[in-house]
């Protein structure tokens, strides 16, 4: 018995060697396992910090977009408000503008019918200057008429 009992302790013995082997392989095994992971997730810490970098600059830029649109915004606004203006004030401007026009126009009408008239009364006067050159020349000759005889 006490044979049987040694081997069953041997028995045990080897199983246990066996068993602390394959663990001591497992837990090496486990611990490459856990470098590998501890590397992963170091290389995912620095992806992440990367990302928060780059998620920061993105911050930045879209503030300054943010920024130059609200400026953009405001010199729309200022047009819009300029071309608003503008355009109550250019009918007032062209009354402003035709307002003379339209009086400087009467003027001249009224001075063309002035001129006209006094041509009118030079035109007689030429008609009556011509008339009396005529009756001069007639006379003219008739004196000579008169003297030749």
Known sequence: ????????????????SSFKTDM?????GIRQDL???KEDVKGLKDDVKGLKEDVKSLNVKVEKNAL???DI??????????????TLQIPKQIQEVIDPLCEDVSVIESAIKHISNEV??????????????????RDLFMMKKRSSQ
């Open 1 to 16: 018995m006490e044979n049987k009992m040694f081997e069953l302790m041997e028995k045990m013995y080897s199983e246990f």
């Open 24 to 28: 001591t392989t497992q837990v090496k």
């Open 35 to 37: 470098t590998g992971v």
């Open 68 to 70: 130059g649109l609200e």
């Open 73 to 86: 915004n405001n010199k729309l606004e200022i047009v819009a408000e300029v071309q608003q203006n503008m």
């Open 120 to 137: 009118v009364d030079v035109s007689d006067k030429i008609e009556f200057i011509s008339l009396k050159e005529f009756n001069n020349e």
